[in-house]
């Protein structure tokens, strides 16, 4: 199995837990190389239901090496928390999680100012998490953040917090009249969880590295999707981070020529959380009857996902930017009861049709979409467990959207549960 990189396709919620948790017990190292605890991966195992933030999913397999790149930011009571659910459930990290000592650190300043900013936008609100992921990229780019390497040494930790705090202060008091947070409080607190997490830390782009020198399998989980990437999604409706593939270099300190081969995993519809375009976004029913069966709530926030048709053009623009192999469609049995499908084609806007993803937000957010209507299949799905068992309908509708993207669909899901996943075949 060569070194894969599994990314999201639509805007996030795809079912990346799951593919990545399949793809897991076939590699050796699982890389978490973006984002932070504003994400989550949700993994079912018969009855047990586990939802990861910030630690790879792989963890739930035996013997597996887990690593947090540098590309995450890490929340370290969020961490150490997710650390403390696991062990109650049986699965231990000792000796199998490693995180980046360049990974920079989320603080309660970040968490604040995330909130106060979202507050302050009222009607032009991005729909963060609220979470600081934003605010501590932001102090990643401006050269201020602090680092994983520096929460571990004393001086430099209580100097670079000095500076951090002396601003946020400022920041909070004169422009959001806020209250300030204490250096004493933060220091202890936050050294705290440095000795905690001690064990964890190492140059992990040397530990990837030298794996891949001894030909171990590595899989790099991206969190979020292509279309809430900063770069190349909706912006400015996105993360902080780059949730294409190409942040699984950059965020694991990796080269790219060692990364074989890059999944895509979309949904058999479209979802997004927050605000933001969605040019495919169902009526209000048909809205509440698939986030109902398709319990699209968000894993972190637990926020209603809006839902709506499959929506070819964000997708294909998702393979191109990514470079995508391989499509995994999960959900597919959550259309089962409907009469007919639509798939978006193309958009039109003032008279004129895209075709192609377009980057000016005014065309997203008043395009409208141009459909191919399709008969549904009207059977239950979730207990077949081949390709050949699938309806004819609901092979037409998987083969007119391998079409359509030109990129072959290797793995289907029609459940939550691991079992619930099958290969299309040739």
Request: hydrophobic share 35%; aromatic share 10%.
């Amino acid at each position: 199995m060569p070194n894969i990189a599994i990314v999201g396709a639509q805007w996030g919620d795809e079912g990346k837990g799951k593919v990545i948790d399949i793809f897991a017990a076939k590699s050796d190292y699982i890389v978490r190389y973006q984002g932070g605890n504003n994400a989550g991966h949700t993994v079912v195992i018969g009855k047990d239901e586990f939802i990861l933030h910030l630690i790879p999913s792989g963890i739930l397999h035996k013997n597996k090496i887990c690593v947090i790149g540098n590309g995450v930011v890490i929340d370290p009571r969020a961490l150490l928390e997710e650390i403390k659910v696991l062990g109650s459930k049986g699965i231990y990290v000792k000796g199998r999680l490693f995180i980046s000592d360049s990974a920079h650190v989320i603080f309660p300043y970040h968490w604040k100012l995330d909130g106060l900013k979202e507050e302050a936008k009222k009607k032009k609100k991005i729909g963060t998490t609220k979470k600081g992921i934003g605010p501590c990229y932001a102090d990643k780019v401006a050269r201020s953040g602090i680092r994983i390497i520096d929460l571990l040494d004393k001086e430099t930790f209580r100097e670079k917090l000095k500076a951090n705090l002396e601003e946020k202060n400022n920041i909070l008091t004169k422009i959001y009249n806020a209250d300030v947070f204490s250096f004493d409080e933060l220091y202890k607190e936050y050294f705290g969880y440095a000795e905690n997490i001690r064990q964890y830390v190492c140059d992990t782009s040397i530990l990837l590295n030298d794996a891949i020198k001894c030909r171990k399998r590595i899989l790099f989980e991206g969190a979020q999707g292509a279309l809430l990437d900063v770069d190349h999604g909706t912006y400015p409706f996105v993360t902080s981070s780059n949730a294409t593939a190409g942040g699984a270099s950059t965020g694991t300190g990796v080269g790219p020529n060692k990364i074989d081969k890059v999944v895509g995993v979309v949904k058999a519809y479209t979802t997004r959380v927050g605000e933001g375009p969605f040019p495919t976004e169902f009526p209000d029913d048909l809205m509440e009857k698939i986030r109902k069966k398709g319990r699209e709530f968000g894993a972190t926030t637990g926020r209603p996902r809006r839902c709506g048709w499959f929506d070819k053009v964000i997708v294909e623009h998702s393979v191109r930017v990514n470079g995508i192999d391989e499509i995994v469609v999960t959900k597919l049995d959550v259309l089962d009861d409907l009469d007919s499908l639509k798939i978006c084609v193309a958009y039109r806007y003032n008279g004129k049709l895209y075709k192609n993803f377009p980057s000016d937000i005014k065309v997203l957010d008043n395009c409208q979409p141009v459909y191919e209507e399709f008969p549904g299949w009207k059977k239950d799905t979730t207990a077949i467990t081949s390709y050949a068992g699938l309806p004819k309908n609901a092979k037409n509708y998987l083969k007119v959207i391998q079409k359509l993207l030109n990129t072959k669909i290797v793995l289907i899901s029609v459940g939550s549960e691991r079992r619930q996943t099958f290969s299309k075949g040739a």
